[in-house]
């Protein structure tokens, strides 16, 4: 059984506000970044995919571009959003190959590994 966390909310604290239903994304594929104690990989961030990004991500050991039908994954092309393994963010923003992101769509979570200041610099709903 899923042990959906209670605090579903963005780094505003207020409710998640969906990242993409095409292509369907978050741990659960509800859209949204939402997590729970099986999420290991803490699938937090609502980043918008780059031709770099996704370019880097492949040489980084995770495939995000190639489809694998098997699993129903359409694979991502540059302008697609996606919830983000926060670590992974972080990782490829000290590579200075971060993507933008939502933050409004960004669970709070992320922020016990990405510095909240570190994912402002890369918001794009950010006045």
Known sequence: ???VLHDQVNVFGEPLI???HNPKTGFFRTGCCETSVEDVGSHTVCAIMTDEFLSYSRQAGNDLSTPVPAFGFQGL???DQWCLCAARFLQAYQEGKA???VLGATHIRSTEIVPLEVLKEHAIDLN
């Open 99 to 101: 993507p933008r992101i």
């Open 77 to 79: 092309q540059a302008g």
């Open 1 to 3: 059984m899923n042990k």
């Open 18 to 20: 969906p990242c993409s």
